[in-house]
C-alpha cells in the first residue's frame, strides 16, 4: 500500500532533550516536506526536500533540523525543543516539485512541557 | 509572504442544508488545492484548479477558481454527516519558488443529522 509513515504518532517530552520524528515513503517520491499545524494558523511548511542531499527551509525553520539521506526517508530533528515547539507535525511527500497531489502522513503529535 | 484566509472558520449547519467556504488572497497563485482533514489523520487531496474562472464538480462538492486566480470557493449541495471535516485551502507559488505550498487557516464543518 503507497502511504506515508511517521513514528512516533504521539510523544511528550520535556524542554531541551533531543528528538527526531521519522517519515519514510514508499512510492519513490523526490519531494517530501515537513509542516507543523497549529489551531487557525493551519499548515506552515517547516522545510522541504526536492530530491535526496538537497533541503531547503520553509516558512518556519528555526528550531529544526532535516535531512535526506535516501529518497524514502526525511527524519525532522529538534536538537533543544522549546515549549513553543508543542504542534501537530505533518511529513508529506509528493512525485516531483511540479506534481500537484501531495499524500500527507498521519501525524505526530508532541508535546514539549 | 503570501498569505491565504479561509472563511469562515467554523460552520454547523443541518444535514441537507447547503454551504460554501472561501479562499481569498492578495497573491496570485499557479493554482489552488482544497484538502479534507478528518481527525486523527493527515489532510486528503480532494482537487485542484489550475485556470482562472475554472469550476470543478466533485459529487456534490463544487470548487471555484476566482478569474484572477486569488481567491477560490467551495460549495457543499445539500451536506451530509459524512462531510464533516476540517477543509484546507492551499495556494501553490511559482516554480522558481519551489512550488511552494501556502496553506489558508481551515474552515471546521461539523454536518449535523
Known amino acids: 500500500e503507497a502511504q506515508v509513515t511517521q513514528n512516533p504518532r504521539y510523544l511528550i517530552t520535556v524542554t531541551g532533550k533531543k528528538l527526531t520524528v521519522t517519515c519514510s515513503q514508499n512510492?519513490?517520491?523526490?519531494?517530501m516536506s515537513w509542516y507543523r499545524q497549529d489551531p487557525g494558523l493551519g499548515l506552515r511548511q517547516i522545510y522541504y526536500?526536492?530530491?535526496?542531499?538537497?533541503?531547503d527551509k520553509g516558512d518556519v525553520p528555526e528550531g529544526y533540523k532535516v535531512s535526506r539521506k535516501e529518497k524514502r526517508n526525511f527524519p525532522l530533528i529538534l536538537e533543544s525543543p522549546s515549549p513553543n515547539q508543542t504542534s501537530l507535525y505533518f511529513c508529506?511527500?509528493?512525485?516531483?516539485?511540479?506534481?500537484?497531489?501531495?499524500?500527507f502522513g498521519p501525524g505526530t503529535r508532541l508535546t514539549v512541557l | 509572504t503570501q498569505l491565504l484566509e479561509q472563511s469562515p472558520q467554523f460552520l454547523s449547519i443541518q444535514e441537507g442544508e447547503n454551504l460554501t467556504v472561501y479562499c481569498n488572497s492578495s497573491?496570485?497563485?499557479?493554482?489552488l488545492q482544497w484538502y479534507r482533514q478528518e481527525p486523527g489523520e493527515g489532510p486528503v487531496l480532494l482537487v485542484t484548479?489550475?485556470?482562472?474562472?475554472e469550476v470543478k464538480k466533485l459529487k456534490r462538492l463544487t470548487f471555484q477558481f476566482g478569474d484572477a486566480r486569488k481567491d477560490s470557493s467551495l460549495h457543499i449541495t445539500a451536506a451530509q454527516p459524512g462531510d464533516t471535516g476540517l477543509y484546507l485551502c492551499?495556494?501553490?507559488?511559482?516554480?522558481?519558488?519551489?512550488?511552494?505550498?501556502?496553506f489558508g487557516g481551515g474552515t471546521r464543518v461539523l454536518v449535523k443529522p
Open positions: 508529506a511527500s509528493k512525485l516531483t516539485t511540479n506534481t500537484d497531489t501531495q499524500y
Open positions: 512510492m519513490n517520491h523526490e519531494y
Open positions: 526536500s526536492m530530491n535526496v542531499e538537497v533541503t
Open positions: 497573491s496570485v497563485f499557479s493554482s
Open positions: 484548479v489550475v485556470t482562472g474562472g
Open positions: 492551499a495556494g501553490e507559488g511559482l516554480k522558481a519558488a519551489g512550488n511552494k505550498l501556502t
